[in-house]
């Protein structure tokens, strides 16, 4: 959506090839929680925040990945996003898309920058006028299949009809492939990571099947961080405002709101692996589009006992931790003195109206990281380190970025802002810098070759 304008409003003649029946892809599913470096709304709120701030708190994030995960990431782009994420949310108010909150997430945004939109719809009522434009055209229910590529530059694209026919284009200026992740393949998610984790459950659309990860890398793209298919406990962050998370022993037993990866650590470390959210009647009813997408269904009772002895908790256990987090919600401080969660002013909602509901804590993924490595200019980089010319990604789609979701609000803000420049990019069929140290070859090989020679030396 947001390649589309930026590409319409340069002039571009723009065809939009669209999988599905209408545009908005994850975004009108998400939970709607962007982050935005120097943003207005931080200026009227009298937040102060600066590029550096932000990549600090980006490094201070990836770097936890790194433990786990072979993670490559591009400070240039982290740094293109911050410079250029304020005037997204200045594009998206401008359109109509309305922010309700500012959602403080301290222990990874470390200045208060994530606001929460209103209504996920928004998005695609925002960029719909876009798609009427006299130099846009929108082939929906159109699947992008193949890229064609000579000498090194893309020159066509192939994609299979709504009636099954194949389609052809000649491409002048460029490509920009924002077809998303991989979420829903689990056959190219298990060649990067573990059977669970590839069979584990996504919340978003189908669609994203990594197509464009295969089209480019049949041309030589990079792919990079593949294996970065990120746990997490498949629950809204929106959901989780109203909820507590309990154990067999009725007990809670983490920071229901805190780093993703945490959370899953904190779920695997309890008997059984087995937890459950409670919420009460008002958010069940104030939630249910996102109850509804839970992937186990909620446990139902009339009161907290007989739930407890329905989903196997200890009851006495269960009373007191609603219990004391109604308490906790009923004073004035906003931070739980258990476990150090932060809960907003508005999202003060104690767990009182019957009858109340269980959800099973599932493990699932719905950010994967891989995607094709690429330059300033959002255009996608060779194995060798070259550009491609004519070929431009963003989004989910695009690696060297999406490590940041684990600070949250990432993923959104990350596409509507690097989706409009490789959008304007792709219009002006412009070229970016190549970044030194990026490439698996090049700079890397004399350093190599002379090590072996040191070694040689030592052995001689
Ligand atoms: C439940 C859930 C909650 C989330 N909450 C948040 C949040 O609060 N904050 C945040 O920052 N992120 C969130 N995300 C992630 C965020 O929604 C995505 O990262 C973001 O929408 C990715 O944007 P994108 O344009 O790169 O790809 P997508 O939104 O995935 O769109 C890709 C589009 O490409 C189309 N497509 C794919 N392959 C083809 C093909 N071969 N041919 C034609 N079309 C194709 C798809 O149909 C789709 O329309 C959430 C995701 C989920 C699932």
Known sequence: MAATAAAAAAGAEVHVIEALDEIGGNSVWSTGYMAFVNSRAQQEAGIEDSVDAFISDAEASIDLLRDHYPVITDPGLLRLFAQHSAETYDILVGRGVRFSRFIPRPLQHRTTRMLAVEDMMGFRRAFEPEF????????????????????????????????????????RK????????????????????????????????????????????????DLINMGLVLPLVIVSSSFVEDCIAVNRDGRRFH?????????????????????????????????????????EPPVSAPDLGRLAVTIGVDPGELQTSVAEWNEFLAGTSDKDSRFGRVVLPG????????????????????????????????????????????????????????????????????GFTLGRLAGEAAAEGRSGHVREGTAPKGAHMPSMIGSRIALQDVRD
Not at 143 to 169: C, N
Not at 396 to 412: C, K, Q, S, V, Y
């Open 174 to 221: 460029g490509v920009v492939l924002a077809s998303g992740g991989y979420q829903s393949n689990p056959e190219l998610r298990a060649r990067h990571v573990p059977g669970y984790l590839a069979r584990a459950p996504y919340l978003g659309i189908d669609t994203c099947r990594g197509d464009a990860h295969l089209m480019a890398g049949a041309i030589g793209a």
């Open 255 to 295: 920071d229901e709101a805190g780093p993703y990866e945490r959370r899953v650590e904190a779920l695997q470390a309890q008997p059984d692996r087995c937890a459950f959210y409670i919420v009460d009647d008002e958010t069940r009813q104030a939630k249910a589009q996102l109850l509804a997408q839970m992937p």
């Open 347 to 414: 999202g003060r909602r104690q767990i009182v109206k019957p009858p109340f509901h269980a959800v099973p804590m599932v493990v699932g993924s719905n950010f994967v990281s891989g995607g094709m490595r690429v330059n300033d200019a959002l255009q996608v980089m060779d194995v060798f380190g070259d550009p491609i010319a004519g070929l431009y990604t963003a989004g989910d789609a695009a690696g060297g970025f999406n490590p940041t979701a684990e600070l949250g609000g990432m993923r959104l803000s990350g």
């Open 132 to 171: 009427s434009r006299p130099n846009v055209r929108l082939f929906t229910r159109t699947i992008a299949d193949r890229l064609v590529s000579e000498d090194g530059r893309v020159t066509g694209l192939v994609a299979r009809g709504a009636d099954g026919g194949t389609l052809r284009w000649n491409v």
